[in-house]
C-alpha cells in the first residue's frame, strides 16, 4: 500500500524568504503526485500535480514542485513566501482506486 | 463556474443520534469521494463513486457509515449512532471522470460534526 511521508510538522519562516517543505512518498510504480493547501476551517485547495513528464511542476500561487524518483520525493518550494501563505500543506499521492492517500501535513507559519 | 458545496458546514449531535451530510459536486464531474480528517491529520479515504455505483467501500470506518449517490449528481453521506469518536471534519471532493485526472480532486469546505 502506498503511504506519504511529511517530517517536519511545523515549519517557520521569515516573509520573503524561501521555502522548501518536503514529501516523500512510498509506491511501487510512479505515482500520480500532489501538493494541496488548506487554510484554518476551510477545504482543501489543489496548488499543483505531478502525472508525467517534466520532473519540474508549476503551480498556482507561485509554487513548484520537483518530482525525484530516486529519492521517493515530491518537495514544495517557492522563492519568496508572502504572509497570506501561512497555512497547512498536505502531500498526497494517488494510486489503485483512484483513492487520494495524504501525508499528515505541515503547518507554516510565516514572520512578518 | 461553482465548486463542490457541501451542507451542513457545521453539525453538533448528541451521542447516538443520527446526522447526515450533503454534498453537491462540481456539475461535470462524475467521481465523487468521501473523506474524513481528524486534528492534526490528513484526510483519509471512506468511498468514492463514479456516477450512481459506489465503487470503493470497504475503507468505511463501521457499518455505521453508509453512503449513497442516487441519480449520480448529489450524494449523502449518513452516519448512524453517533459516537464521540465520530467527531471530525467530513470533506467531499470530485473529479472528471477520465483515467490520470480522476486523481485530480477538487474538495469542498468540509462538514465539521462535533458529537457531545
Known amino acids: 500500500a502506498q503511504s506519504v511521508t511529511q517530517p517536519d510538522i511545523h515549519i517557520t519562516v521569515s516573509e520573503g524568504a524561501s521555502l522548501e517543505l518536503r514529501c516523500n512518498y512510498s509506491y511501487g510504480a510512479t505515482p500520480y503526485l500532489f501538493w494541496y493547501v488548506q487554510s484554518p476551517g476551510q477545504g482543501l485547495q489543489l496548488l499543483l500535480k505531478y502525472f508525467s513528464g517534466d520532473t519540474l511542476v508549476q503551480g498556482i500561487k507561485g509554487f513548484e514542485a520537483e518530482f525525484k524518483r530516486s529519492q521517493s520525493s515530491f518537495n514544495l518550494r517557492k522563492p519568496s513566501v508572502h504572509w497570506s501563505d501561512a497555512a497547512e500543506y498536505f502531500c498526497?499521492?494517488?494510486?489503485?482506486?483512484?483513492?487520494?492517500?495524504f501525508g499528515k501535513g505541515t503547518k507554516l507559519s510565516v514572520i512578518p | 463556474d461553482t465548486g463542490v458545496s457541501q451542507n451542513p458546514r457545521h453539525k453538533i449531535t448528541k451521542r447516538g443520534q443520527n446526522v447526515t451530510f450533503r454534498c453537491d459536486p462540481i456539475s461535470e464531474h462524475n467521481r465523487l469521494y468521501w473523506y474524513r480528517q481528524t486534528l492534526g491529520q490528513g484526510p483519509e479515504f471512506l468511498t468514492y463513486f463514479q456516477n450512481e455505483a459506489q465503487l470503493e467501500k470497504s475503507r468505511l470506518l463501521s457499518d455505521r457509515f453508509s453512503a449513497e449517490r442516487p441519480k449520480g449528481s448529489f450524494s449523502t453521506l449518513e452516519i448512524q449512532r453517533t459516537e464521540q469518536g465520530d467527531s471530525a471534519m467530513y470533506l467531499c471532493?470530485?473529479?472528471?471522470?477520465?483515467?490520470?485526472?480522476?486523481?485530480?480532486?477538487?474538495f469542498g469546505p468540509g462538514t465539521r460534526l462535533t458529537v457531545t
Open positions: 471532493a470530485s473529479s472528471p471522470g477520465a483515467r490520470g485526472s480522476s486523481y485530480e480532486q477538487y
Open positions: 498526497a499521492v494517488g494510486a489503485g482506486s483512484y483513492q487520494l492517500t
